[in-house]
């Protein structure tokens, strides 16, 4: 076997991994008081419900946010750099799409998004693998 084959192999076995682990911990974490899960298999809890507008897939959004993997590795957080991220909402990976879409202004839900609704078969960094399920804690501040 190549290097490359056995690389290829390896990276195989890593995401088949990931999604089991993925799959496992939200066929548990569904199962807690509070979580709710979408038809998409998007799941989500209500940390703070806002009382204003909700958000459609073609406005942009500002909020903060924090996300780690589900091992609790922390790989991206606007709440860390002390300053809210915008961007359009049709632009992100689907769980973002569909769970913004679900919150009225002002609220705070936690994300827990499975790989086909994130990056999927690709691997986008050292901490985000191919078929990993993501966790996101998410604030909405505003959207136009």
Known sequence: MSAFERLTQLKNEQAATNLEKGNKFLATNKER????ETESGLQYEIL???TGDKPWATHTV????HGTTIDGSVFDSSV??????SFPLNMVIK????????MPTGSKFRFFIPAHLAYGERQ?????????TLIFDVELISFK
Request: hydrophobic content about 40%; glycine content about 18%; proline content about 3%.
């Open 124 to 132: 986008v960094s050292a901490l985000i693998g191919a078929n990993s």
């Open 33 to 36: 008081d509070g979580v709710i």
């Open 80 to 85: 860390q750099r002390g300053v809210p991220a």
């Open 95 to 102: 769980g973002w799409t569909e769970g913004l879409q679900l």
């Open 48 to 50: 703070t419900l806002g």
């Open 62 to 65: 500002t909020c903060h946010y």
